[in-house]
């Protein structure tokens, strides 16, 4: 529960809050303020005296909600016209079609189910609801009556494992079926029998009629209409203040020049240079068109972590929404390190009694900028991200596109303007709803549409927090959303176990992904043959892949067999002159297929090497030279002013190769073991030699 909602509650039940100076004062009538409430009043004291401060900041131009004359041609809402302008975009899309599935176990009523929904399409105007057009001006249409059937789909006929499936689908198609604003019912339910006590309830309602809150609101009247009916009684709602229709006219008229341009002052400023994207890394470029192909993943936290972060929120004076959005900016500045993030949430738009129990589209979307410099610790977080939502909530009732149309953001198709990432608390799951002889649980669906990159949804319920991850499939792989799941969860838990600590400490890496970084991936140790050489194990390389390519130096590369067979050309060359078990022998050659091929054949020749670097000093290579006692150096022509004139033997790879192919391709047989010298090097030591 939001700050807002918690004064919407407070002055429903007659409690009515100010501000006298720095103190929180309360009227209520008697019994109201409990020990809870009072409580909840004193954890929640700073917030409560600074959104007041805040709304009584704002000029005084309210205007009564009531029942009013209607004109002839009804003016939509700010949000309804939003919808509608995309709806003559795209006009067979599903796009903002919103599907609630639930499983139904126990004895179910579909009659009285299907008289519950008439029942409340006749209470709720917007329900029968349809948009015209009119000197190119759309209008709401409200019909005087408007039935709905729900049809039943019988799937027991089919075997039990593929039920599941076809509920799937059934429920898919649903969702994926276009309404027609100006002709068509814009809400339809079917009900899908699969056991002899077992159903699935399928509803879908275009957006333009209802938003998260109405549909629970929808639900609490449909359980109390089905239930009287059930029990042959008459149902008992109280009677709806208002209309949609009215809240549309009413807020044309309210948020008129003073009131809107207050409210663009404050977002024109707090969005001010904002950036446009926020760069997650993903798993795939992202397409120069968004087209919104999306996918889920679900989220549910122990009871144990869901009550600790609830404790924390009030220990901190911060509400639960204001504690996960914290955490949830937290990952977005881990992932991208950027500490600039914007955020959009949804909010109810409801801080007036008349729409508490209204079905309509209410929500309007908020967008929060965090700022997260200067590495701080989660509490100072928290205290930044609390005391910005606050002037959110009092900056909350200018429209959305109003909003981009002040703004006039630089458009690009790849992505949505303003913010990429939305956070969603809910404050009326639908499980805690119960209707007359069935147990209701939700039916999870796999949804195939993003709006957003990234969409966090959670809501508290009696077991923990539950929620979904939604995302845009054309971005993110599932395994790449399923180890961010994991690391907000180990996020969640290290800000309980430390909240001082700073956000780029804060842990991430689940137990699994410390395991496998710090253990199994560095566990490198593996049994291998003992008394064999170097040379003897590449020779056995080639064997296995003799075409494949071995080594490559600028454009010039050699295969195993092609790079075997010049080493043991230079190994039988080399042996002729002497090079045997622990001879050493020079190597001074620049980078290059010949320092591969030279190396080798020494090894092959059953001898050691000394590599010689051509840039070290003439003096550096005399004296590793005469230390080692070499004989016998390998060079190239080119290098012969680098080293020292001496008596070793010096033969040049380049100059002497065509007297070198002339050898055996043959490997040869080696007197060297592996307990054998196999190199010797130089380093500076203490000797600085």
Not at 284 to 311: F, K
Request: glycine share 4%; net charge negative; hydrophobic share 40%.
């Amino acid at each position: 529960m939001n700050i807002e909602q918690l004064v919407v509650d407070l002055s429903k039940q007659g409690v009515k809050l100010w501000v006298e100076g720095e103190q929180l004062r309360a009227n209520a009538p008697k019994g109201v303020l409990t020990l809870e409430t009072r409580d909840l009043l004193a954890k929640n004291k700073a917030q409560l005296i600074l959104l007041l401060h805040e709304k009584n900041a704002a000029p005084d131009t309210d205007l009564p909600l009531i029942k009013t004359k209607r004109p002839q041609n009804l003016p939509l809402s700010f949000a309804q016209e939003r919808l509608w302008l995309l709806n003559q975009l795209e006009p067979d899309s599903p796009f903002y079609n919103e599907q609630t599935a639930l499983k139904l176990h126990g004895q179910l009523n579909v009659v009285a189910l299907e008289q519950s929904f008439n029942k409340i399409i006749e209470r709720h105007e917007v329900l029968r609801t349809n948009f015209h057009t009119i000197n190119e001006q759309p209008v709401q249409v409200i019909a005087d009556s408007l039935t709905l059937s729900v049809p039943v789909v019988d799937l027991t006929e089919l075997p039990e494992s593929e039920r599941e499936i076809a509920c799937q689908q059934l429920a898919k198609m649903q969702a994926a079926q276009a309404f027609y604003l100006a002709s068509s019912p814009l809400i339809r339910a079917c009900v899908v029998k699969l056991k002899e006590l077992e159903y699935a309830l399928l509803l879908t309602v275009h957006h333009i009629l209802v938003d998260g809150w109405s549909t629970g609101i929808l639900m609490r009247e449909l359980a109390t209409i089905y239930s009287a009916l059930c029990n042959n009684l008459s149902p008992e709602l109280p009677e709806l203040p208002i209309q949609y229709a009215d809240f549309a006219i009413w807020q044309r008229q309210w948020l008129q020049k003073e009131v809107l341009q207050t409210q663009l002052d404050y977002w024109k400023q707090l969005l001010k240079n904002a950036p446009t994207l926020l760069e997650l890394p993903t798993d795939r470029p992202r397409p120069a068109i968004q087209n919104y192909r999306g996918a889920v993943q679900y989220i549910e936290l122990s009871n144990e972590l869901s009550q600790a972060i609830t404790n924390f929120s009030r220990q901190e004076g911060a509400t639960l929404f204001m504690t996960l959005f914290a955490a949830y900016v937290t990952l977005l500045y881990r992932y991208t390190g950027s500490d600039d993030i914007v955020v959009g949430t949804p909010i109810a738009n409801r801080d007036r009694l008349e729409l508490e129990g209204l079905i309509g589209f209410f929500v309007n979307t908020l967008v929060l900028r965090t700022d997260l410099s200067g590495n701080p610790s989660f509490q100072q977080l928290l205290s930044r991200v609390r005391q910005r939502i606050l002037q959110a909530y009092a900056h909350a009732d200018l429209p959305f596109d109003e909003l981009v149309k002040a703004l006039q953001p630089q458009r690009d198709l790849s992505y949505t303007p303003l913010f990429q990432v939305l956070f969603v608390l809910q404050n009326a799951p639908i499980s805690e709803v119960e209707l007359t002889g069935l147990t209701i649980s939700p039916l999870p669906t796999q949804s195939t549409v993003a709006k957003f990159d990234l969409t966090l949804s959670l809501q508290n319920t009696a077991t923990g927090l539950v929620g979904m991850w939604q995302y845009n499939a054309d971005l993110f792989d599932a395994a790449t959303i399923e180890r961010m799941n994991g690391h907000f969860q180990t996020l969640l838990e290290g800000i309980i176990a430390n909240p001082q600590q700073p956000i780029s400490q804060l842990p991430l890496l689940t137990e699994l992904e410390q395991q496998q970084l710090l253990v199994d991936w560095n566990d490198t140790q593996s049994d291998y043959c003992q008394d064999k050489c170097i040379h003897q194990l590449f020779e056995e390389q080639v064997k296995r892949t003799p075409n494949a390519v071995a080594v490559v130096f600028e454009d010039q590369k050699l295969t195993y067999q092609q790079l075997n067979s010049r080493a043991n050309q230079l190994a039988h060359y080399l042996h002729s002159l002497g090079v045997g078990a622990d001879v050493l022998v020079g190597i001074c050659v620049e980078r290059s297929i010949e320092m591969v091929v030279g190396l080798l054949g020494i090894l092959k020749a059953g001898g050691a090497y000394l590599p010689l670097d051509p840039e070290y000093p003439t003096e550096r290579l005399r004296f590793m030279l005469e230390d080692a006692q070499v004989l016998l150096v390998l060079t190239q022509q080119r290098l012969l002013d680098r080293l020292p004139q001496l008596q070793a033997k010096q033969v040049y790879l380049d100059e002497a190769w065509s007297q070198i192919a002339q050898n055996n391709q043959d490997n040869p047989t080696s007197e060297a073991k592996a307990f054998n010298l196999a190199n010797v090097i130089y380093t500076s030591g203490s000797t600085g030699r």
